[in-house]
T-cell receptor, first 114, second 114 residues
Framework: GDSVTQMEGPVTLSEEAFLTINCTYTATGYPSLFWYVQYPGEGLQLLLKATKADDKGSNKGFEATYRKETTSFHLEKGSVQVSDSAVYFC?????????????FGTGTLLAVQP | KAGVTQTPRYLIKTRGQQVTLSCSPISGHRSVSWYQQTPGQGLQFLFE???????NKGNFPGRFSGRQFSNSRSEMNVSTLELGDSALYLCASSLSGQWNTEAFFGQGTRLTVV
């Protein structure tokens, strides 16, 4: 079945460092790919998405490119801030069914130190 | 525009009891999905409702059930609670319920079973 694999956390960075969180997926067909962020005590917020191969999603300085050849959707940010500390989830939406069920990775905790 | 509202935010129940959680989607959204989040299993899909019909169901026992009303509000019920049901239950609403549609999450209901 469809699945999402994320790099294990926690990821600890100093402010202004470069961030990469790896995400690969297994899916039949061409899923949509998402990055969600969860701040402490909160629900999930959509950070960015891409719906087809080679699409680049971007928001708040974060970027991710849908790479079909490597089945990847890695999250990057050039300069992280303390306020970026949160748990990041990579997810896919299965186009095979007529629903918007999301399949999530295990999440990666990012801790940014001043 | 009001977001997704989940009530209650926190709940403590005893093993064997049943519980009902409520979700009010964003106005105009017709699709509501439920997810269970635990430290061990991560985010797992429970079920999705669209226009009062269950369209998809995750791999959970029959003790977990849900429904959607004509105003798109949704409830989920867990009967005969077990300690392992302790989790954050997240509700997400989408406008159309198509596979590439953004899902908006509520803050969740934290259920503790003692």
């Amino acid at each position: 079945g469809d699945s999402v694999t994320q790099m294990e956390g926690p990821v600890t960075l100093s402010e202004e460092a470069f961030l990469t969180i790896n995400c690969t997926y297994t899916a039949t067909g061409y899923p949509s790919l998402f990055w969600y962020v969860q701040y402490p005590g909160e629900g999930l917020q959509l950070l960015l998405k891409a719906t087809k191969a080679d699409d680049k999603g971007s928001n708040k300085g974060f970027e991710a490119t849908y790479r079909k050849e490597t089945t990847s959707f890695h999250l990057e940010k050039g300069s992280v801030q303390v306020s970026d500390s949160a748990v990041y989830f990579c997810a896919l939406s299965d186009p095979g069914g007529a629903t918007n069920k999301l399949i999530f990775g295990t999440g990666t905790l990012l801790a940014v130190q001043p | 525009k009001a977001g997704v509202t989940q009530t209650p935010r926190y709940l403590i129940k005893t093993r064997g009891q049943q519980v009902t959680l409520s979700c009010s989607p964003i106005s105009g959204h017709r699709s509501v999905s439920w997810y269970q989040q635990t430290p061990g299993q991560g985010l797992q899909f429970l079920f999705e409702y669209f226009s009062e019909t269950q369209r998809n169901k995750g791999n959970f026992p029959g003790r977990f059930s849900g429904r959607q009303f004509s105003n798109s509000r949704s409830e989920m019920n867990v009967s005969t609670l077990e300690l392992g049901d302790s989790a954050l239950y997240l509700c997400a609403s989408s406008l159309s319920g198509q596979w590439n549609t953004e899902a908006f999450f509520g803050q969740g209901t934290r259920l503790t079973v003692v």
